[in-house]
């Protein structure tokens, strides 16, 4: 057994091996997809089921041919019927359930309609008719066999070894076939489409088969077709299963021999009576397997065609059995959640001569009260078992979840058992909570009982547990393949061990018996002895045939085979085998082969389909309580299975699409919308409990105040047909909340500034800049008059160079208590609403202004008095600084040229500090404009993109739209702004051509420039400080001045033989020479006096007090050097800007 381990782990992994090379192959030609939706499915899953590829003759070969030959006979049929039972499960069942469905029973189909999805859904009827007809050859077949077994003379081989007939696999599978016709009737009852598009189908095709030339048809195609029609049609005339019993039924020969054998029908009924007083037994308990409640509709058709046969009432005890399953499982469900009462069936197939059997009479008058008795029962059990189910399902998680594959060399047997039991006991975890769900949820539907909102809860809790379940068998999948070969075996070994003994008694007892008669005791032999000699070898056959079927990977096929081998060797008789325990393991054989398939039945829950109420009910349940926010994703997970039902079923768009936006709704409804206004309400109270008087503060640790920061820690919701991330929708719903607004208040705009900045710390919200400013809304600022018209605008505003704005001067009449302020924004906004073509009209307009000062200036200095006492001025200031009250030594004719000049240049700088801002708000605006594209390193454009994602065509010439108008604009900008060193040069290329000698010294006149605006600010100061101050001149600003100085400098190319006069330095030399000296001769009148001792200090206090001139006189030029350095700062960063 070591050895033959170790050979199978080898082949597997040689498999795994191949498949590994493939797959790197494979992957390495794969591209990333443009797509942002998820998929809609695993792209990797591995599906793994032992395989067999021996016939029929070589898994029963036996030297003894008459029991090869009837194990062979049996087990064709019952292998037939298996695989027609799962083909009709996969491919018919849930697609005749959906046909003709549509997203809404008041949907009105156009004409046509009903023959067109017919049509497209011809196939699956073929395939129908194909399976229907098939099993009911093979039912045929098996049935004659069953009823020549039963009705054969015991000296027939094998059957005169028999003590008993124990055909138990067999008639479950004679079962198992009957009970497909018995759901494809509850099908076809339950949706009326089929039987309706059916007839429209036949007559349109009648109508085409009239006019086929009108319709370019082949009249040989449309025969064939109308056979197949016609066949359909007969099929549905009948019900499936009374078709069988019928007059016309194709059994009517082996009916007729059957009703005549009586050992047969007693043999039915005993095998109903015995496989379902064993269900019941082990029914709604831990011992309860996934596949027991379908064998139940199994024996409840074997009980159905026993009746049809007999034609006369069954023995009191079936009735009371069939009673006790009435009590207890009243209802079952087959796939795609379709619900199966057991009553209806009986009720409905049952012969009308027996309408009135005593258990159907009874179950009739309480339908009702036994459906709530059930439910009732359902209710106590989930009570009762569901704590026990969360521990058992905890304990089975952390100990799965745990389990780490060992290698070949340290594998041991302990090991395996621990795997297989806990594959079993996920399994049966699975089936049991699949079967409460599915059962109460149907049921309060059924019997309109509301749900209680503690079972609401729950039945969501087990719906997570189920996808917690298959989340679990799907991460450990690879693990449990690779070890399956050494449960598979362990299993196979634990059944061999009560087969084996047994093969040593017989093949002693045979020798024993060739012994005997090879000393002359065979004449003495009675005819006792000669059956014994059949038992002996036809036991010791078909104990050789079980051993032989064990030894490879235990498929389907082996255990059926397996099954009915045993039956034939309990039906002889000799050996004293517990085939009880063999059965018991065989299960657990079964669960663990098929346990891919068990597990993504058991926890599909596309049953919820028809419960699409329950979406938002539990979405809301977990939207309550943060701490079951991770049941989101396994909620929608299970809600979408919904949408693989619909595409098995081949349903139309407009159903798929409608599921899709109810799911959605729902969570954009119930978790979305109120996430995003409770962090919107929670960022609110928080800001508003600090800036409103007489809020209540908000306490973070008070009960009742959630913490929804664990929301928005999610990973994005995964959905077949998109992703969801809830993080990036309450970002883009709080911009939105946010900035909303072109225009706001600035109390409005600080509130919403700290809530962003709240969001960010508290959630970790990535939220949009606030770009929206709060002081230019109502200045009444347009761009268009200022630019037409600059004299006006220079005249009436100061430029402020460092906070890049432009303060209205003060009115010199009444009293204005407020005051205009032009900036950046107002620019933009202003262009926003006329575009770019102000700005060429500025550049104009500005350059023309600017020539007309120039001018004006170069008049003011060309009479030479004037120049040269503002020269003397000069001279005389290096000598001593003389600072009077607005005059300088130069004479009042002095102070007016002065001030003129003062006022020309102070012009020229705000024409340029109004070209500065056009050219900054020029590019806010652009900005603006521009918030969402892409940076200039991407070579992408907005057409290409919705090319690449895949947009409509709408789109894409839209996107081509946004990228002609974004190139548009970046060449008007570039056309149309002139900065400062085209201004410059254009400038000094037309006073270099002219004659304007006058301007040649002009950096001599700056010092008097500057120390006559050194004056002037201080002498404003002053009078501000004594409240005396003139209407209008609250407000002065003198950047205007500096900056026109500095633009002259630069143009006039003076600027190196301005610094050469080191004017700066000197003046602050001089006034800190100034300010020493009297602090000097204080300090050391102060030292010479004694101040150390009382006597000093008392003749201090005697002494007169010093004046306050000469403090006054060191105060006053503090100041001075104070504006000084302030004024030469301004001039640097002038000069800066400038040569930017």
């Known amino acids: 057994m070591a050895s033959l381990l170790m050979e199978q782990q080898e082949k597997l992994r040689r498999v795994v091996d191949d498949g590994r090379f493939r797959a790197q192959g494979l992957l390495s030609d794969l591209h990333a997809s443009p797509s942002s939706s998820s998929s809609a499915a695993d792209p990797v899953r591995v599906h793994v089921e032992p395989v067999e590829r021996s016939d029929l003759p070589a898994l029963l070969g036996s030297d003894n041919v008459a029991v090869s030959k009837f194990l062979t006979v049996l087990s064709h049929d019952c292998l037939q019927i298996s695989r027609l039972s799962q083909f009709a499960s996969r491919n018919l069942y849930r697609q005749l359930l959906l046909f003709g469905h549509r997203s809404s029973p008041h949907e009105v189909l156009l004409e046509g309609e009903p023959q067109k999805a017919f049509g497209q859904s011809l196939s699956l009827f073929i395939e129908l008719y194909e399976t229907v007809s098939e099993t009911t050859v093979v039912l045929g077949n098996l049935l004659q066999q069953l009823n020549a077994i039963y009705s054969l003379h015991d000296n027939v081989r094998p059957l005169n070894s028999f003590k008993s007939f124990n055909f138990r696999t067999v008639f479950e599978s004679f079962g198992d076939g009957l009970a497909i016709f018995l759901v494809l009737d509850e099908i076809v009852k339950e949706n009326n489409n089929i039987k309706s598009y059916l007839a429209l189908y036949a007559r349109m095709l009648n109508k085409v088969k009239t006019e086929a030339n009108n319709f370019v048809m082949i009249i040989e195609d449309l025969d064939l077709l109308d056979q197949v029609v016609g066949n359909l049609e007969k099929l549905f005339e009948f019900g499936f299963f009374k078709r069988l019993t019928q007059m016309e039924s194709p059994w009517q020969a082996s009916l007729n021999l059957v009703r005549c054998n009586k050992k047969f029908l007693d043999a039915c009924c005993s095998c109903f009576h015995d496989s379902l007083s064993e269900l019941l037994l082990r029914i709604d308990s831990w011992k309860e397997l996934p596949f027991d409640r379908r064998k139940i509709l199994h024996n409840v058709a074997l009980l159905l065609f026993s009746v049809h046969v007999s034609a006369e009432a069954l023995d009191k005890k079936y009735g009371k059995l069939i009673m006790v399953v009435f009590q207890s499982v009243p209802v079952v469900y087959v796939e795609g959640g379709k619900r199966i009462i057991l009553f209806d069936v009986l009720k409905s197939q049952c012969p009308q001569a027996l309408s009135s059997w ?418 230019f809304g109502d200045q009444n600022f347009d761009i268009s008059k200022v630019v037409e018209n600059p004299n006006t605008f220079v005249d009436g505003y100061s430029y402020n160079m460092f906070n890049q704005m432009f303060i209205e001067n003060g009115p010199d009449n009444q009293g204005r208590k407020n005051l205009k302020v032009i900036g950046v924004e107002h620019v933009a906004t202003s262009l926003a609403r006329h575009g770019l073509r102000p700005i060429s009209v500025a550049s104009n307009s500005v350059t023309m202004f600017l020539n007309q000062m120039f001018t004006a200036l170069s008049e003011l200095i060309q009479g030479d008095c004037e120049t040269g006492a503002l020269k003397e001025s000069y001279i005389s200031k290096q000598q001593e600084l003389k600072f009077s009250l607005g005059k300088l030594a130069i004479g009042n004719h002095g102070v007016t040229l002065l001030e003129q000049i003062h006022f ?237």
């Open 358 to 775: 005593s258990p159907l009479r009874e179950a009739s008058k309480d339908l009702v009260l036994m459906k709530r008795n059930y439910l009732k029962r359902l209710s106590e059990m989930h009570s009762r078992d569901w704590q026990a189910i969360k521990d058992a399902l905890s304990c089975w998680a952390v100990s799965f979840q745990s389990i780490v594959h060992p290698s070949s060399e340290i594998l041991s047997e302990e090991w395996v058992r621990l795997l297989m039991k806990q594959i079993m006991q996920g399994a049966v975890l699975a089936d049991r909570l699949h079967m409460l769900v599915l059962s109460m949820l149907d049921l309060h539907a059924l019997l309109e009982i509301p749900l209680r909102k503690e079972k609401v809860k729950s039945l969501c809790h087990m719906i997570v547990s189920l996808k917690i379940i298959g989340d679990i068998f799907e991460m450990k999948g690879p693990g449990i393949i690779r070890s399956l070969p050494h449960v598979i075996n362990i299993i196979q070994a634990d059944i061999e061990q009560f087969i084996l003994p047994f093969k040593s008694k017989l093949q002693y007892e045979i020798a024993k018996w060739s012994q005997a008669t090879k000393m002359g005791f065979l004449s003495s032999l009675t005819r006792g002895g000669k059956e014994m000699d059949t038992k002996l070898t036809d036991s010791l056959s078909l104990v050789l045939v079980s051993l032989q079927l064990l030894e490879a990977g235990g498929s389907y096929k082996r255990q059926l085979l397996f099954s009915i081998t045993m039956d034939v060797l309990q039906s002889i008789g000799h050996l004293d085998i517990d085939f009880s325990r063999i059965q018991k393991s065989m299960s657990k054989l079964r669960i663990v082969t098929d346990f891919q398939t068990i597990i993504e039945e058991k926890t599909n829950c596309s049953f919820l389909y028809w419960r699409k109420e329950m979406l938002g009910t539990w979405l809301s349940t977990i939207y309550v309580d943060a701490r079951n926010f991770s049941w989101l994703q396994y909620i929608l997970d299970a809600f979408s299975d919904g949408l693989s039902l619909l595409k098995l079923s081949h349903v139309g768009k407009l159903t798929l699409q409608s599921y899709e936006k109810e799911i959605e709704n729902a969570l954009i409804c119930e978790i979305i919308a109120p996430l995003c206004k409770d962090i919107e309400t929670d960022l609110r109270l928080h800001v508003h409990s600090t800036r409103l008087r007489g809020s209540v503060f908000v306490n973070p640790t008070r009960t009742g105040v959630r913490n929804l920061s664990w929301y928005l820690m999610v990973n994005p919701l995964r959905l077949p047909f998109k992703l969801i991330d809830v993080k990036l929708l309450v970002e883009s719903y709080l911009n939105s909340a946010f900035y909303s607004h072109s225009v706001m208040s600035a109390y409005d705009g600080r509130v919403y500034a700290e809530m962003r900045q709240l969001g960010e710390l508290k959630y970790g919200l990535e939220l949009d800049d606030c770009y929206l400013s709060g002081y």
């Open 904 to 1140: 020309v240049i102070t012009r020229i700088g705000n024409a340029l500090g109004l070209v500065r801002t056009l050219l900054v708000g020029c590019s806010r605006y652009c900005c603006n404009s521009l918030w969402y594209t892409k940076g200039s390193t991407s070579d992408l454009n907005f057409s290409e993109t919705c090319k690449i994602l895949g947009l409509s065509d709408e789109t894409v010439m839209v996107g081509r739209m946004l990228d002609t108008c974004i190139t548009n604009n970046k060449c008007r900008l570039d056309d149309t702004i002139k900065p400062f060193s085209s201004l410059i040069a254009i400038f000094s290329e037309k006073l270099q051509l002219s004659e304007l000698r006058e301007l040649k010294d002009f950096f001599l006149i700056i010092p008097s420039l500057i120390a006559n605006l050194v004056d002037c600010r201080v002498l404003r100061k002053d009078k501000l400080v004594r409240g005396d101050h003139e209407p209008g001149s609250i407000v002065s600003i003198n950047d205007g001045l500096i900056m026109g100085t500095a633009f002259v400098l630069k143009v006039l190319g003076q600027e190196e033989s301005f610094d050469k006069l080191n004017w700066f330095s000197s003046a602050k030399k001089k006034l800190r020479e100034e300010i020493t000296l009297p602090e000097e001769s204080c300090e050391s009148q102060e030292e010479k006096k004694g101040w150390s001792n009382l006597a000093g200090l008392t003749r201090w206090l005697q002494a007169p007090p010093i004046t306050t001139e000469a403090h006054k006189g060191v105060d006053k030029r503090k100041r001075y050097r104070d504006e000084i350095e302030l004024i030469e700062c301004s001039l640097k960063f002038a000069r800066t800007l400038l040569s930017s």
